[in-house]
């Protein structure tokens, strides 16, 4: 077995995990929560959301006709969550200086999708957007 998909290593045991995906990706997807850009933590449209959880890739086919020159053929797909590999969490961490008793929050998610490259092979892992849980995220990342 995998370690890299040992729910301990990952901290969160796979059918939890895959409920928390689906209700991530549900909300965002119907508008209950918003979703941010990974980068300019710039609040994302209904219409950036549908666009990135829709796959497009080109592939160059050789036609089965002469000259048979290759033809550029574009295939979509919907994102699925089990493509879904990675979760990124930003955190708060606290600690109490008298009994070095520690607590952490959550306050932000953020899915990854694994990437490669043309020949197959991984490139790493790619950020989808942010789901923050705390108001005054994102605006105290910049």
């Known amino acids: 077995k995998d370690k890299d998909f040992d729910w301990w290593v990952q901290n969160i045991e796979g059918d939890n995990r895959e409920e928390l995906i689906s209700n ?3 909300s ?3 508008g209950n929560v918003k979703a941010y850009d990974y980068l300019s933590h710039k609040p994302m449209s209904k219409s950036d959301i549908s666009q990135m ?4 890739d080109t592939l160059a086919v050789e036609s089965p006709v002469p000259p048979y020159d290759l033809i550029d053929t574009i295939i979509s797909s919907e994102l699925n969550k089990k493509d879904i590999e990675k979760l990124r969490f930003l955190e708060e961490w606290y600690m109490d200086g008298k009994s070095l008793l520690f607590q952490k ?3 932000g998610i953020c899915p990854m999708i694994a990437k490669y490259g043309d020949t197959g092979d ?10 923050f849980f705390d108001e ?3 605006a105290a990342l910049k």
Do not use: D, E, Q
């Open 105 to 107: 929050k959550i306050v």
């Open 24 to 26: 991530v990706l549900n």
């Open 53 to 56: 959880l829709k796959r497009t």
């Open 122 to 131: 991984f490139r790493g892992y790619m950020p989808l957007f942010w789901v």
């Open 136 to 138: 005054k995220y994102p």
């Open 28 to 30: 965002v997807s119907a």
